[in-house]
């Protein structure tokens, strides 16, 4: 029996992991170190955000997790058009042609 080591792990939610604390920890310092590892979508707008997105974080309850802007979108949420959580950080910091 492996009911002793079943203890440490969470109840019953798979998707509220111990991850997640971090993950909205990052959102909440809008940690731009973050960027790129995943998105944070809010249920009552049906947008999603990078975790470094200046809009004001949404309540814990209403977010949600997700490890891609892909997985995000097949949940059927939306980019913000703030952060735009659909473009690499690295590529905006690439593509960056100004020029004059
Ligand atoms: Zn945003």
């Not at 203890?7 to 971090?22: R, Y």
């Not at 940690?31 to 974080?57: E, I, K, L, N, Q």
């Amino acid at each position: 029996m492996d009911a002793a080591l079943l203890k440490t792990a969470p109840p019953a939610a798979p998707s509220q992991t111990a991850g997640d604390d971090a993950r909205f920890e990052a959102v909440r310092r809008r940690d731009r170190s973050f960027d790129g590892t995943f998105v944070h979508a809010v249920r009552t707008t049906g947008v999603y955000c990078r975790p470094s997105c200046a809009a004001r974080p949404a309540k814990r309850a209403n977010i949600s997790f997700y490890d891609s802007a892909e997985a995000a979108e097949a949940a059927g949420f939306r980019p913000c058009k703030r952060c735009r959580p659909e473009a690499a950080p690295e590529d905006e910091r690439r593509a960056r042609p100004r020029r004059a």
